[in-house]
C-alpha cells in the first residue's frame, strides 16, 4: 500500500514563527502536492513538484514555499506564520502522469 | 478559471436510502474526473472517471461521467452509517504532475 506520512498531526505556532511542514512518501513517486482544506473553500493547491528540485506554484502560493530536496520528501515551510494560515494541511503524491493522488493524514495547523 | 462545485453541500439521510451525489465543472481540457471519500482524516479514493457514459461500480458505489452537460454523478444505494463522510470531487489537469482541481465537497450524514 501507498504510503504518505505527514509529520505532525496536530501543531500550534506563534504568529510570525518559521514553520515547517513535512511530507514522506515511500512508493517512489514523482509528483508530490501540498493542500490546504478550509470550510465552505475545499481543497486548495498550495504549490507541487514533479521531480526533486522542481516546484510549481498551485492557486494560493503566497506566504508558503516548498523544497525537495529528495524524491520522497516534499517540505511545506511558512515562512512567517499568520493566523489566515491556519488551516489542515495535506500532503498528497501520485506517479508522474497518473490522475489518482494518495493522501498523507493531515496536518491540522493553529497560529495563535 | 476552473471550477468545480458539488451539490448539495450537505445532506442528511436514513439508513437504507439511496443517494445521488452531483459534481459539475468548467474546466476545459483535463485528464480525469476523481471522486474521494474523507472521514475525519485524509482523502481516500473512490473512483476514476475518463471516458463519458460508462459507468464504474463498486459494492454499493457507482459513478458516471456525462463530457457533454459537464457533470459527474456519485450514486450510493442502501446507504449506511458508515457512508457518513465528505465526498469531494476532483478534476486531474493535463500537463505535468496531473494536479488536481477540487470541489468543496458534500457533507453526508447517514442516520439510524
Known amino acids: 500500500d501507498v504510503k504518505v506520512t505527514q509529520s505532525s498531526r496536530y501543531l500550534v505556532k506563534r504568529t510570525g514563527e518559521k514553520v515547517f511542514l513535512e511530507c514522506v512518501q515511500d512508493?517512489?513517486?514523482?509528483?508530490m502536492f501540498w493542500y490546504r482544506q478550509d470550510p465552505g473553500l475545499g481543497l486548495r493547491l498550495i504549490y507541487f513538484?514533479?521531480?526533486?528540485?522542481?516546484?510549481e506554484k498551485g492557486d494560493i502560493p503566497e506566504g508558503y514555499s516548498v523544497s525537495r530536496e529528495k524524491k520522497e520528501r516534499f517540505s511545506l515551510i511558512l515562512e512567517s506564520a499568520s493566523t489566515n494560515q491556519t488551516s489542515m494541511y495535506l500532503c498528497?503524491?501520485?506517479?508522474?502522469?497518473?490522475?489518482?493522488?494518495?493522501f498523507g493524514q493531515g496536518t491540522r495547523l493553529t497560529v495563535v | 478559471e476552473d471550477k468545480v462545485v458539488q451539490s448539495p453541500l450537505s445532506l442528511v439521510v436514513h439508513e437504507g436510502d439511496t443517494v445521488t451525489l452531483n459534481c459539475s465543472y468548467e474546466?476545459?481540457?483535463?485528464?480525469?474526473l476523481l471522486w474521494y471519500k474523507q472521514e475525519k482524516k485524509a482523502p481516500t479514493f473512490l473512483f476514476m472517471l475518463?471516458?463519458?457514459?460508462i459507468e464504474k461500480k463498486s459494492g454499493r458505489l457507482s459513478s458516471i461521467l456525462d463530457k457533454k452537460e459537464l457533470f459527474s454523478i456519485l450514486n450510493i444505494t442502501a446507504t449506511q452509517t458508515g457512508d457518513s463522510a465528505v465526498y469531494l470531487c476532483?478534476?486531474?489537469?493535463?500537463?505535468?504532475?496531473?494536479?488536481?482541481?477540487f470541489g468543496t465537497g458534500t457533507r453526508l450524514q447517514v442516520t439510524l
Open positions: 512508493m517512489d513517486h514523482e509528483n
Open positions: 513538484s514533479y521531480d526533486v528540485k522542481m516546484k
Open positions: 476532483a478534476l486531474s489537469h493535463t500537463g505535468t504532475a496531473s494536479k488536481l482541481t
Open positions: 498528497a503524491s501520485s506517479l508522474l502522469t497518473a490522475s489518482e493522488a494518495f
Open positions: 474546466v476545459t481540457n483535463f485528464r480525469s
Open positions: 475518463t471516458s463519458s457514459g
